[in-house]
């Protein structure tokens, strides 16, 4: 299995960026599509972005698109996500997620293998 911990959560203005990461150990990190989701209080789990084992396939959300990039170094064995143009909409805590199958770049949450514990993003108006 592959273990995750995301890192880069903080409070930010509206307005503002933010770069999470999400480092991942244990088996080849290139063998895996990884996503990031997002989970305000009191709300379900929902897609942000995701990208196929090579990085050349990536999807995102209607909300983020054009304001939020991922990409992953395979050499460093994480996976980015950054966030601009920020929102008091985005605020959040964002997990990673990543799936065995390396080309999987889906929004079904159910169908991703192991999470991270989260990193809160909070962004003020």
């Known amino acids: 299995q592959v273990h995750v911990v995301e890192s880069g959560g903080g409070l930010v203005q509206a307005g503002g960026s933010l770069r999470l990461s999400c480092a991942a150990s244990?088996?080849?990190?290139?063998?895996?599509?990884m996503g990031w989701f997002r989970q305000a209080p009191g709300k379900e789990r929902d897609f942000v972005a995701a990208?196929?084992?090579?990085?050349?396939?990536?999807y995102y959300a209607d909300s983020v698109k054009g304001r939020f990039t991922i990409s992953r170094d395979n050499a460093k064995n994480t996976v980015y996500l950054q966030m601009n143009s920020l929102k008091p909409e985005d605020t959040a805590v964002y997990y990673c997620?990543?799936?065995?199958?390396?080309?999987?770049?889906?929004?079904?949450?159910?169908?991703?293998?192991?999470w991270g514990q989260g990193t809160q993003v909070t962004v003020s108006s």
């Open positions: 990208i196929n084992w090579s990085g050349r396939n990536t």
């Open positions: 244990g088996r080849t990190f290139s063998n895996y599509a």
């Open positions: 997620a990543a799936n065995k199958n390396p080309s999987y770049t889906g929004r079904y949450y159910n169908l991703y293998d192991y």
